[in-house]
């Protein structure tokens, strides 16, 4: 059975920081790309970042781009996202995603709340 666990999401102020983390289980963790998306009320989900599956090379949205760090961990079947110097409008639920390229599966979490409010 497929899993994806995110946590680490909550209230946080203006400038502040939180690690969310996503365990994954039921998959063959390193051959699937892993990403974080997230989504706004009244918005679209979006890409926040991305990391392949073997090389660890991440990529981020012009957004977050130097406040957020996409790690992964092929042993413990984990990827995470630690996010700095947080804004208002980063406030959204916070998706993990697995893709696998050569068949085009996704798999998703629940999602995590995060709401960055003074």
């Known amino acids: 059975q497929v899993q994806l666990v995110e946590s680490g999401g909550g209230l946080v102020q203006p400038g502040g920081s939180l690690r969310l983390s996503c365990a994954a289980s039921g998959f063959t963790f390193f051959w699937y790309d892993m990403k974080w998306y997230r989504q706004a009320p009244g918005k679209e989900r979006e890409l926040v970042a991305a990391i392949t599956k073997t090389e660890g090379t991440a990529t981020y949205a012009d957004s977050v781009k130097d406040r957020f760090t996409i790690s992964r961990d092929n042993v413990k079947n984990a990827v995470y996202l630690q996010m700095n110097s947080l804004k208002p409008e980063d406030t959204a639920v916070y998706y993990c995603?697995?893709?696998?390229?050569?068949?085009?599966?996704?798999?998703w979490g629940q999602g995590t709340q995060v709401t960055v409010s003074s």
């Open positions: 995603n697995a893709h696998r390229q050569s068949s085009g599966l996704d798999y």
